[in-house]
């Protein structure tokens, strides 16, 4: 069964940085664009980042130009989030998801049909 598999979550303050990993297995998913999204407690799920399959391009929301940068190596099957500059609004548990085949990079969530379980993300002031 395809799964994809986030690990790199946790506690720092804020200043700090981490890296989240999200990890492929069951299928490869190197032909598929991937994003990373968030949800805080009581808000909505949000596109953070996403990557085309070739990582050739990329997308940032707002909140993450600048301090986020997505980047993946298709022969470990594995998409990173680096985060720097971590702010207090930057916690949130951290989801991967792999982009419908032949779609565009997109920020839509519905654009996207693999979800991992999720990171767990907490920036301390």
């Known amino acids: 069964q395809a799964q994809l598999v986030e690990s790199g979550g946790g506690s720092v303050q804020a200043g700090g940085s981490l890296r989240l990993s999200c990890a492929a297995s069951?299928?490869?998913?190197?032909?598929?664009?991937m994003g990373w999204f968030r949800q805080a407690p009581g808000k909505e799920r949000e596109f953070v980042a996403a990557i085309t399959w070739s990582g050739s391009s990329t997308s940032y929301a707002d909140s993450a130009m600048g301090r986020f940068a997505i980047s993946r190596d298709n022969a470990k099957d594995t998409v990173y989030l680096r985060m720097n500059s971590l702010k207090p609004e930057d916690t949130a548990v951290y989801y991967c998801?792999?982009?419908?085949?032949?779609?565009?990079?997109?920020?839509?969530?519905?654009?996207?049909?693999?979800w991992g379980q999720g990171t767990q993300v907490t920036v301390s002031s």
């Open positions: 998801a792999a982009g419908r085949v032949k779609f565009p990079l997109s920020r839509r969530l519905d654009d996207y049909d693999h």
């Open positions: 069951g299928r490869t998913f190197s032909r598929n664009n």
